[in-house]
């Protein structure tokens, strides 16, 4: 089967190539998935270019990519569960939990100290078929789930994640970085009628595509707002000014320390953030830390991965009730060969949602 391996060490296109390889056996309690579509997260762009938060978790040769859906292909001896059917259509959570760890046995497996990533620890969801566990497959219905959405439900999941723990209808709602996830989170908030939702970005690529979003669904309920070192404060005193002292919610999404103080910034008295964007850098600075967040007396909810499987649930239920991502996909590709192509796309913030179809998109090239 084709493949994209981090081969090694190098950086960016040198350290990655498209190969042959065999196509691999499900062992006890495992499956092998057909790969019928695959996306690129950031985390894969981290590997891509070898950077050091991916280092203690990837040996090359690796196959990465943990976003997939596609077609269950061979169920391994005792699988454990008897719903899986050979030729279902299935995605899977890769996350891999122990179990059996104190955040396992409390209900609490997305902070499994143990987790390992598919993609990451063992091979990925970029080829032609993947192994996983088989307690990790999560069956879906073709007529709810389009390839091309099951193809990243992974990152749909951590905008699910976000704002799980809230009622929306009604809501305030701020998303700070409208990158992909960001992205989904707006999509969701407004399919669960938030009553106004602020989309915040520093960059003009990001604002042209919040305010076609916005264009296209005719909501009037929401705002698209344009920040930065010179419009902070004036974000920031519309937004206290138009809510009556702040949001409801805040999804922070893009991991800039900035919009990390922004987000405390415009977070009402009593309200709460989501944090999910990851900093470049260890220390992020919270410039008015008694202000913003102690005497607002805000809850800080740190986002990582999906709870498992409660997120999964109302992550189908959304799709279930007309949740439509589908537009967040910018690029597609037949097969792996131009994953270069794609990487770079989105690696230049070009591409929002990047999908390949190892097998073609409908099942008719080799792979
Ligand atoms: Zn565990």
């Not at 409660?310 to 949740?323: C, F, K, N, P, V």
Request: aromatic fraction near 6%.
């Amino acid at each position: 089967m084709r493949a994209v391996v981090k081969i090694d060490e190098r950086e960016g296109r040198a350290g990655t190539e498209v190969r042959e390889v065999a196509v691999p056996e499900p062992g006890e309690g495992e499956v092998r998935m057909k790969v019928r579509a695959t996306a690129i997260c950031g985390s894969d762009r981290h590997i891509y270019h070898w950077d050091p938060t991916v280092r203690d978790m990837v040996v090359p040769p690796r196959i990465y990519g943990h976003e997939f859906c596609g077609e269950i292909d061979a169920v391994g001896r005792a699988p454990g569960r008897d719903d899986l059917r050979e030729g279902a259509f299935a995605s899977a959570e890769m996350h891999v939990t122990c179990g059996v760890c104190r955040q396992c046995r409390t209900g609490q497996g997305h902070v499994c100290r143990n987790t390992r990533i598919i993609g990451f620890h063992s091979d990925g969801a970029f080829a032609g078929y993947v192994i996983v566990p088989a307690r990790n497959v999560v069956p879906l219905d073709p007529a709810v789930v389009p390839l091309e959405v099951g193809a990243f439900l992974d990152a749909l999941g951590n905008a699910v994640h976000t704002v799980q723990d809230h009622e929306l209808a009604g809501m305030t709602v701020a998303i700070t970085g409208y990158g992909p996830i960001g992205a989904m989170a707006a999509a969701i908030a407004q399919h669960e009628r938030a009553a106004r939702i602020y989309v915040i970005d520093v960059s003009d690529r990001a604002i042209a595509r919040a305010e076609k979003w916005r264009e296209i669904k005719r909501a009037d309920n929401v705002v698209v707002l344009r920040t930065g070192a010179e419009a902070a404060a004036a974000v920031e005193e519309r937004i206290l000014d138009e809510t009556e002292g702040g949001v409801d919610l805040v999804l922070e999404m893009s991991g800039a320390e900035s919009a990390v103080n922004q987000a405390l910034g415009i977070a009402r008295m009593g309200g709460a953030v989501s944090l999910l964007g990851i900093p470049t850098r260890e220390a992020v600075t919270i410039h008015h830390f008694a202000r913003d967040l102690i005497f607002k007396g805000l809850s800080l909810h740190a986002i990582i991965g999906r709870r498992i499987f409660s997120t999964w649930d109302r992550m189908l239920e959304l799709l279930a009730d007309g949740l439509d991502v589908r537009p967040l996909v910018s690029h597609e590709y037949e097969g792996l060969g131009k994953f270069i192509e794609g990487m770079e796309a989105f690696d230049a913030h070009e591409a929002m949602k990047v999908v390949f179809y190892p097998h073609g998109k409908n099942g008719n090239v080799e792979a």
